[in-house]
């Protein structure tokens, strides 16, 4: 280039009086938006055409990919040992809840459905006629089956958030 201006000289100059003139006159919020979004326009095709060039040189591409890769690499946690552990303790967590679940939901209704004697019916809290009601025994019945309905949702819940 020899002993003349510098590549960017003129760029420069010309980004100088364009400031320059901005700082004389107010500027509406619209021409703000329209300046700035044809700026990034015009820098978005000077890297796009700086990437077409180092396409011709192969091993610059190449460097390229890598250093995408190992951005992918670094950024992603879903090929990672410990987000595959995660993911099976939060998966068999879940199960485990299901299946508590369904057990207490079963087990519950069982003890309301099936007769007991009056002895393990313990004692009627609401009468019904003269020989059937509302036991203490239905009531733990029905506490077990809203354990079990409680640890049911919450299996889905919690496999839906990741927790």
């Given at each position: 280039?020899?002993?003349?201006?510098?590549?960017?000289?003129?760029?420069?100059?010309?980004?100088?009086?364009?400031?320059n003139e901005l700082q004389k006159c107010p500027v509406s919020e619209s021409k703000k938006t329209e300046l700035?979004?044809?700026?990034?326009?015009?820098?978005?095709?000077?890297?796009?055409?700086?990437?077409?060039?180092?396409?011709?040189?192969?091993?610059?591409n190449d460097n390229l990919i890598q250093?995408?890769?190992?951005?992918?690499?670094?950024?992603?946690?879903?090929l990672k040992s410990t987000h595959i552990k995660h993911t099976a303790?939060?998966?068999?967590?879940?199960?485990?809840?299901?299946?508590?679940?369904?057990?207490?939901?079963t087990i519950g209704i069982i003890l309301i459905v099936t007769p007991a004697t009056p002895e393990f019916e313990i004692a009627t809290i609401f009468y019904f006629n003269d020989h059937d009601g509302f036991t203490v025994m239905d009531l733990f019945a029905l506490v077990i089956i809203f354990m079990?309905?409680?640890l049911f949702i919450k299996a889905f819940i919690s496999k839906d958030r990741g927790i």
């Open positions: 280039m020899g002993m003349g201006k510098p590549i960017y000289a003129d760029l420069d100059e010309s980004f100088q009086k364009f400031l700035v979004k044809r700026l990034k326009e015009a820098i978005y095709l000077e890297i796009r055409n700086e990437q077409a060039n180092t396409e011709i040189n192969p091993s610059i250093l995408d890769m190992n951005k992918f690499n670094s950024g992603s946690t879903f303790v939060n998966w068999a967590s879940g199960l485990a809840l299901f299946s508590a679940g369904l057990l207490f939901i079990g309905i409680y």
